[in-house]
């Protein structure tokens, strides 16, 4: 039986309660370190980012009066979800077989791919994945990143459990590149003021989307969702968030 398949049977089997809140008010968790995703406003310290926006039209799309998120690590939202803490997650989730045994997922709503940032050291021996040798990455743990990157022969993976720890880490020289999902790669190398010491591979690695998780209990808030989230991407207002993001 493979890890995760064991890990939510245990789960499942240690919880038989769970903490919905009445159907006026969604209860989203998220990993608020995936800019632009979702992170922390540092003057407002609310939550902002493309996933904050697009599960707050959801949210009202679907009739909820009001949205509380539950901050909490990566791994931990599965288990949340898992055992009915909360009603959903969205964190830059990437669907996936394996996991859509275990969970709903609504959507896609994002197509995306992962790829790798290196330092700028390698950009002559490095040019592509086939190139990679010797070299620590850092990915988040639990991720889908970390599971490919776990695959890579001749490297090493450092997991760490926030995208803002693997930028840091890179930065620290704790590592020597990060992988993660290209639209991660391609903000922080535009903002961030140590975007110089490094470069993308600028190449896919895998095609991957993204989706709000549920528990395969609720089907009742997995429809509702569903139905409002078609909704909201045919409105303007579902471009108009990438462009905010993205462009």
Known sequence: MNKIRSFALALAMAFSFNAFADGDELVVGIEASSEPFVIIDPKTHDYVGYDIDLIKAVAKEAGYKSIKFHDMPFDAMFADVLVEQV????????????????????????????????????????????????????????????????????????????????????????????I???????????????????????????????????????????????????????TPYFNEIYRKWFE
């Open 180 to 234: 993660t999902n290209e639209p991660i790669l391609q903000y922080y190398l535009k903002v961030s003021p140590d975007r110089d010491k490094f470069y993308r591979l600028g190449r896919k690695l895998t095609f991957a989307q993204f989706g709000i998780m549920t528990s395969k209990n609720r089907p009742d808030i997995s429809e509702r969702l569903s139905q409002a989230l078609e909704k909201v991407m045919k």
């Open 87 to 178: 009603d959903c997650a969205i964190s830059m989730i990437t669907i996936t077989e394996e996991r859509a045994l275990i969970w709903d997922f609504i959507g896609p709503y994002f197509n995306t791919g992962l790829d790798i940032m290196l330092n700028k050291k390698y950009q002559k021996e490095f040019k592509r994945e086939a190139d990679l040798h010797d070299v620590t990455i850092c990915a988040k743990t639990s991720s889908t990143c970390e599971a490919y990157a776990l695959g890579m022969p001749d490297i090493q993976v450092l997991s760490l459990d926030s995208e803002r720890k693997l930028f840091e880490a890179a930065n620290d020289g704790k590592c020597d590149g990060v």
